[in-house]
């Protein structure tokens, strides 16, 4: 067998799962009260389980499911579905084809009538087909079974005192009943005639025939569990049906219901056009945002899922073997290399520019020469002076440290100081930084805020890779959602086999796979994560507008903000527009809101804050965690997210570049007022 | 977004074509030993190395399953719907399909199929694969000596299937023509003059559309289908090469070509460009045509020369 077919991360969707896969991929949240402390599948409070596409929430809701229970209670059923306190009752909303029941010349009424009478018809079979499965051979079940049946069918409308006395005829008639509404729905765009006679009031099955099996002392006290999943694919009236049922849940039954950020399209019932309420009538369950928030606890998490991938076909671990392995994953993808100011991740660059004259001095013997004759910088009037202040400047060896002393002479020029004297007092501060406790200094600050950005910068002026790698940078790029992660590492496994390593089971993944492969995982996401048609392809080019700002302003001579992946704005201000693609990035998870938002320097207002989703980092060389935010006024953010305003956008960043690169241009006073000092750097990294 | 230099935009092709195409038959230390091959003798090493890189992230590769689908396609539209067409045409363009059953089975009885060459030549060796695509029954396929037998009573040779209408010479790729005919001439003639209703056919699966002309025009055969015609397009360096249409702004046709030429040269000085100058990127799951251009295949002992696509050739011995 080829090794690539052996790719242990090519099932990346819940969906794709067969009942074992979700049983044995199963990991919990080493931290706090793990999933399903989260989901609380025992409490009769309902949930709404909302997160982007691949959060895990059909995983989730799946490893609820009686077909699950089953297999993780094997050998011990009933007993441990009293002990768990719930049957779950799992069912896709994908797989009805809910959009049939619609149109075709009849009214909204009538499609309404028949859907929640199907909907009635369809989880009763599912949850008496269950029942069946779990008490069928118990002694309890034959002697009461033609009562129980007998309790089942006083829940419909008519009452049908002939009808079935055994569980097996009372689901068959059951199914018969759907399969004649489904003919009926199938042809009615041809007949045009939709004569479906509704036997049972809403909600009288579903939450009445979990008050009858009560009466099984095995099922005596256990709560049915709704689990609907992928509510998107609900018209906005057949969730209302649903959050209908939520309201007026009653019994032991409770319901949970999955969704994407986008897909909740009303919270509306029909009981009189009002909302339910969240808190008293539903908890919301935000499951990505709830994984970004416990960064620890996701992270081992993620590591604990990827050993479960890696020994898919071993015997299952128990938790601490599962955490001792987790461990062992730093060692299989190679990382950052620790050293001191950086000198060996940067030896590459030293050996590539030996005896020659590196990109960031030829910039700014350049930029230093061509400023001489027009503006004369003090200082720097001449190729003799320019020679000076560059030799003042080198550091051999330590090009980050040369990179550090340049964003300070730029700052320097910025503010119209003498370079010369600049030069030479950035070099006395850098020697002092190179001795012990020199990170206490100016200088050290910079460097401690800067290094990555200055890194980078390297990197790119001389077009070395940038380095997106080790597992850390990996479950931080997933931004919370266990899907990407699993994505990165397909694409990473792919190109490691191309390259002729063997991953996880040889010597480390090598840096160059690591980048190839989360390259692919980013393009992969970037066209993935969007909404179809002209809407998705203006929000891709939304986000291209504000990377292309970030990259502009990370790679400036003299950035403003460091490991800059957010920005923050005031919503209310911006048009309606703006605002509406803003929220779509966000329901997309192209964008990530930082719940605490950021507060105005100036009127220390707070400000939404948004961070760009770190798996779109490589596509445009940006940082992957988030430090600095940009803040964005009301016009730029027109630029970037209203399609009547795009036109302004280079216009607009070009402005806004203007200060930070030499020669300053632009009127330093506007950028100052706007923008916070070089020095001020407000560390906003949580 | 960024835009990356066009050697990881041509490794990244080539890496999913690889995953997804070449059967995973190449790993990045394969291609590496193969760009190592060009080492500045025509141009700069990394220009002669970008070119060779693009050339092969236009490599055509037909693998194991493609191969089979297609010797399906080749019974179905070169053999079959013929048969069916000209029964139908014939009969007022019935579609009783019990008849046109009953009729295209006694057809299929009436025919031989052969490959071209010997028994361990890749004609042949479709033959297997074609039989098991199609579900056909083994006495329909023969060797090519098999056609004849020697008469015991004249002593003079005969067609050996007496009742057998039609014979199918089936063949995986034609470049240039010369060797099926060359192959097949004298076979057919003799067979034509011991019965003149015979119809001798040809079926390649893929053929540039030259050779198949001089296949054709040679007369050797009653019919000649291709089913994966290579027009001049797929002509590497040719004036209308598709490879080169929208080539990145780095990457020229000429100086492409002199490589190929340069090293081809020195590997095949007859065919510095593939046999018959056929300059074609294109490769089987069971061998490599020697027509495709010699940089890509060569893997004789001299001189030395580490493949891509390696051929198994035929070696003669005299």
Known sequence: MHPLSKNPFNLTKANDYSDAQINDYWVDMPYGTGFLGMLKPSSPMPTLILGGKGSGKTHLMRYCSYEIQKLRHAGRLPLAIKSDGYIGIYTRCEGLNANRFSGKGQSIDAWRCVFEYYMELFLSDLLLAHVKDLLGSSPEFKRRESAFCRSVLKLFDEDDSEGPTKLDSLINSLRSLRRDIDEKVNNCAITRRLQVKVRATRSRLIFGIPKAIQMFSDLHGVQVLYLIDELENFSEDQQKYLFTLVRERSGPSSMKIGARLYGIKTYSTFSGDEEIKEGSEYEKLLLDEHLRSNPRGYNAFARRLIVSKLAESGPRDDDKALAIKADDIDQMLEGRKDSRFYEAETQQFVMKYEGREPPHFQKLRSKLSSAAKASRPPGAQNAGEISKIIDMLRVPGFPLLEKVNLMLLYKAWSEGANLAKSAHSIAGMCAEFQQPRGLQSIYGVTYGHFAQDLLAQLFRESDLPQRYCGIDSFIHMSMGLPRLLLIILKHVYNWAIFNNEQPFSGPAISAESQRKGVWEAALWFFDDAKSKGEEGAFLQDCLKRLAELFREVRFADKPVECSLCSFSANTSKISAKAKENVELAEKYSLLIRVQRGQRDRNSMRVDAKYQINSLLAPLWDLPIYRRGALPIDTELMGAIFDPDMVQTFDKLVASRIAGMNAPFHQKASKEKSAQQDLFYVVDTHD | ?318
């Open chain 2, 1 to 318: 977004m960024k835009i990356q230099p066009l050697e990881n935009e041509l490794y990244d092709k080539i890496e999913l074509l690889n995953r997804k195409v070449w059967e995973n038959r190449l790993g990045r230390s394969a291609i590496t030993s193969w760009l190592d091959n060009f080492n500045g003798r025509c141009q700069t090493k990394d220009v002669e190395k970008l070119h060779m890189l693009f050339l092969l992230s236009n490599f055509l590769y037909f693998g194991d399953a493609q191969m089979r689908e297609l010797l399906k396609a080749a019974f179905r539209d070169l053999y079959k719907y013929p048969i069916v067409e000209r029964l139908r045409r014939e009969n007022q363009d019935t579609r009783n399909l019990g008849f046109i059953q009953k009729r295209f089975d006694e057809h299929l009885q009436a025919t031989r199929f052969l490959g071209i060459g010997n028994p361990s030549e890749s004609g042949c060796h479709m033959l297997y694969y074609f039989r098991q695509m199609n579900s056909l029954p083994k006495d329909l396929f023969i060797n090519a000596y098999q056609m004849f037998k020697r008469d015991k009573r004249t002593k003079k040779r005969r067609l050996a299937y007496g009742r057998v209408k039609k014979f199918v010479f089936l063949d995986d790729f034609c470049g240039s023509g010369s060797q099926v005919i060359e192959y097949a001439k004298a076979m057919v003639q003799e067979a034509k003059e011991l019965n003149p209703q015979l119809e001798i056919e040809y079926h390649v699966l893929f053929g540039c559309r030259k050779g198949v002309n001089r296949v054709k025009f040679s007369r050797v055969f009653d019919r000649v289908s291709c089913l994966v015609e290579l027009d001049e397009t797929f002509t590497c360096f040719g004036r209308s090469s598709r490879f080169f249409h929208a080539a990145p702004l780095e990457i020229k046709k000429q100086i492409a070509k002199d490589i190929c030429l340069e090293y081809g040269s020195h590997l095949w000085p007859n065919f510095p460009l593939g046999f018959g100058n056929c300059q074609l990127l294109i490769g089987f799951h069971h061998n490599t045509p020697d027509n495709t251009l010699p940089i890509f295949w060569w893997d004789e002992s001299a001189p030395p020369w580490q493949p891509i696509f390696k051929r198994y050739p035929k070696i003669v011995y005299f």
